[in-house]
């Protein structure tokens, strides 16, 4: 399992990528979804045609302040 970071253009989108793992957060200013996939999904996902980008993604943990 890895963290990643995914970049859309369409945030209507992002319930399709609920197939590949598990969504962690969503950040609609900015399109990007944050997920745990299997490293076999990454592939799947890139060819998706409303993702643009598909990265690593850190670590850390979402706090409020």
């Known amino acids: 399992m890895q963290k990643v970071k ?3 253009d ?7 990528l609920e197939e590949y793992g ?4 969503i950040d609609k ?3 990007l979804v944050f997920m745990t ?7 799947k ?4 045609t ?3 980008k ?5 670590k850390g943990t979402l706090q409020v302040v």
């Open 29 to 31: 200013m900015i399109n």
């Open 50 to 52: 409303f993702v643009t």
């Open 37 to 43: 996939i299997s490293d076999k999904d990454i592939d």
């Open 6 to 8: 995914i970049k859309v």
């Open 22 to 25: 598990q969504i962690t957060y």
């Open 10 to 16: 369409d945030p209507g989108k992002v319930y399709l």
């Open 45 to 48: 996902i890139k060819q998706l």
């Open 54 to 58: 598909v990265s690593g993604s850190r």
